[in-house]
Structures are given as structure tokens and as C-alpha cells.
């Protein structure tokens, strides 16, 4: 009981981290998205690969050894899976901090909302997996707060959208890598994503030398809300259910909304609120069944 308490715990604290992650990237607003994304992708790597080195050495071989034993037409696969899943991070990750700095946190945040329905819809297409009518109900309400909110900002929803669907599509790859540890995979899709973005650094990124606002905003942004997230959410997964890890995410964009609201001072109109109010029921209703399950989870634990 008291391990499977830690293990809530780590999972709550993993969401809750994410929910603050505006707050160093609004620090960054003076910089370019795209230097800020590559030094974060750089700065988290290197140290993802020293803890590898030297705590991680048996998992690393034994994805090594996995991939070796492999068929060549299952390597392709594979590498095909990991550049791509790679792509989609990248976008993701770029989007993001693109949506927090030159638009607004509360779109930024509303991707996250949406994303998990966007799973599911991509799932249903790709992986075949199963939609019960009152999810497909529950994706019809959110389509409404979704037009209500694209009156307001074309842009900003297509920001949202774009964030969302890119992560929805990483996720459902990542399903298809589950042969691999969670940690030595993100590990590997920084090193591709640091190799893609290299050729558009040679022309377009620069190297801010003595920015130290840069640096230490950057580092915080790769080991506080990169690595230290996907330690605790790996912990986490020992002990919880993917259920309750499904519900905890909605905690990181809540605290989103509340920091765009309160710390930064961004303004909401009516319309706004209408449409967050819809898209939260729709969740809500996406989510029944597992709502329920989290419960009694919590329940059996106390």
C-alpha cells in the first residue's frame, strides 16, 4: 500500500511539474523557439546519456540486443518508427514554445487538453481501437467549444491543434515501440531530433555565449521539465495504471489555465470561458468509465 502511494505520488508530482513548464519558457520570450528547443533537446540528451552510462548500462544492452536479434525488415521498421516518432516530438515540442511565447500559456495549455481525445480518434483510425457512442458524443461537444474558439484566434487554435495532433501521433507511435525501455527510447528520438534539427541550426539558429538567462532557463527546461518528468512518470508506471496516469494529465494544462490567468495576467472573454466550460464536460464524458476507476483505485489504496 505505502509503495503504491509513492508511486501516485510520483506520477501526480510528474503532471504537476509539466503544468509550470510556461514559466521558464515566457523567461525565454527574447530568443528564438527554435534555439530554445535545440539547446533544451542538446542540454537533456548529454545527460540523459550520462545516467544511462552509469545506471542504465543493462536495460541500454538489452534494447541493444533486441534490435540486433531483429529482422532487417523489422530494423526498418523500427528505425522508420523511431525518426518519425523523433519528427513528432520535435513539431511538438516546437510548437509548444512557439504557442507560449508569441501567442498566449492558455492555448498552450488547451493542446493538452484536446490531446487526449486526439489519441483516441488517431488510435480509432490506426490502431483500431475501439470508440464507445458516448466518447464519440463526447468528441461531438468538444468539436463545438472548438469552433466557439477558433472565432476568437484562427492562429492560436491552429497552434493548439497542430501541438496537440503531433503529440497525439507520437503517442500512438510510441505504442508501437513498446520493446523498448521508456527512458533509452526518449533518449535516442533527443539524439535523432538533435540530428534533424542540425542542418536548419547551420543557417538559421545562434549560440547566445554569454546569454545567461538563456542557459540557466534552457537547463532548468531539460532536467526540471524534461528528464525529471520521465524519471517519475517511469516510476510511476511500476505501481499505477495507465487509467489513473490518464486522468492525472489533465492536472499539468489546470495549472496552466491557473498560471495564464493569475501569474501572467491573460485576459479571457466570455466566449472563452463557454467554450472551456463545454470542452470540460466533454472531457469529463470521454473519461466517465475511467473517472470510476480511478476511484476505486484510490479507494483500495487508503
Known sequence: MFHKRKHF???????SVWGFISIPVKKLAPYNPFDILFYRLVIA????????????????????????????????????LIVGSSALITANWYSYIFTIVNINVQLAALSYVICPILTAIAAFFILK?????????AIFIASISIILLIKGSF??????????????????????????????????????????LSPILFFEGKLPLFANTFWLNVSIIAILFTIVPMFLTNYSLLGV?????????????????????TYFNESVTIRQCLAYAILTVAVFIFNFNRNRHVEKSLHKEG
Request: proline share 2%.
Open 9 to 15: 505520488l510520483a506520477a501526480l508530482t510528474a503532471v
Open 45 to 80: 540528451f548529454c545527460i540523459m546519456m550520462v545516467v544511462v552510462a552509469l545506471f542504465r548500462k543493462k536495460k541500454i544492452k538489452t534494447d541493444i540486443n533486441f534490435f540486433r536479434n531483429s529482422y532487417v525488415q523489422e530494423k526498418k521498421r523500427l528505425i522508420l
Open 129 to 137: 481501437e475501439h470508440l464507445k457512442p458516448r466518447q464519440w458524443f
Open 155 to 196: 492562429l492560436g487554435i491552429f497552434a493548439a491543434f497542430f501541438t496537440a495532433s503531433t503529440y497525439a501521433m507520437y503517442l500512438i507511435l510510441q505504442k508501437k515501440l513498446y520493446q523498448f525501455d521508456k527512458f533509452n527510447l526518449l533518449m535516442v528520438q533527443l539524439l535523432f531530433s538533435v540530428i534533424l
Open 241 to 261: 495504471d495507465s487509467s489513473t496516469i490518464g486522468i492525472l494529465i489533465y492536472v499539468s494544462p489546470i495549472l496552466s489555465f491557473i498560471l495564464a490567468f
